[in-house]
């Protein structure tokens, strides 16, 4: 069966530091991935997706960039972190067709 | 811009209640409708609705959507503590986007 890992689970980094937060999908192939933040008391918003190596598609502009270095590996980056990139990132797979996208546990984020 | 609304924003049960969670979209080239429930940690998938009026169920869990109203409804029966959560309603365009609405927090009581 297909799992899902993200990490790390929570991350507190000062203002202006770089940023890495990585996600890895087990028990398939080629697998379509995402990066969304959920911010408190709102919906998940996405932020990138891809459909394969080197592909990166971006929802919003933002202070983040997305990396797909392997098929099974997503990678959300920043060189310089915002107070206002605080929030929960979940990490997400799907295959093609229109399945339903299966989450990770999720980075808790908090800028000081 | 795609919008999904739910109602209500929050609400509190005692266990053995019937609740129902609501949904509206308005999402452009619209193909399906996701629901998740949210605990602590990750969202994980209930149900993915194409066709308007057949109902999905899993166990105490159902839902139905209406393509002519762009709106879904969660129905929760006989409702037991593990069911507090956050409920999340998608609305999906294309085969990888999915618009999320804010969710309804359900507070179940024993």
């Known amino acids: 069966s297909q799992t899902i890992h993200q990490w790390p689970a929570t991350l507190v980094q000062p203002v202006g530091s770089p940023l890495s937060l990585e996600c890895t999908v087990e028990?398939?192939?080629?697998?379509?991935l995402y990066w969304y933040r959920q911010a408190a008391g709102r919906g998940l918003q996405l932020l990138f997706y891809?459909?394969?190596?080197?592909?990166i598609s971006s929802e919003v502009p933002q202070n983040l960039s997305a990396s797909r270095p392997q098929d099974r590996q997503f990678i959300l980056s920043s060189k310089k972190l915002l107070l206002s990139d605080s929030g929960f990132y979940l990490c997400?797979?799907?295959?093609?067709?229109?399945?339903?996208?299966?989450f990770g546990d999720g980075t808790r984020l908090s800028i000081l | 811009e795609d919008k999904v609304v739910q109602s209500p924003l929050s609400l509190v049960v005692h266990e053995g209640d019937t609740v129902t969670l609501n949904c509206s979209y308005e999402?452009?080239?619209?193909?399906?409708l996701l629901w998740y429930k949210q605990e602590k940690k990750a969202p994980t998938f209930l149900f993915m609705l194409?066709?308007?009026?057949i109902e999905k169920k899993s166990g105490r869990l159902s839902s139905i959507l209406d393509k002519k109203e762009l709106s879904s409804i969660l129905n929760i029966t006989a409702t037991q503590t593990g069911d507090s959560a956050i409920y999340l309603c998608?609305?999906?365009?294309?085969?990888?986007?999915?618009?999320f609405g804010a969710g309804t927090t359900v507070t179940v009581r024993a």
């Open positions: 194409t066709s308007s009026g």
């Open positions: 999402v452009t080239n619209f193909r399906s």
């Open positions: 998608a609305g999906r365009s294309n085969d990888y986007k999915l618009s």
């Open positions: 028990g398939t192939s080629n697998p379509n």
């Open positions: 891809s459909v394969g190596i080197g592909q």
């Open positions: 997400a797979w799907s295959g093609g067709g229109g399945q339903p996208q299966h």
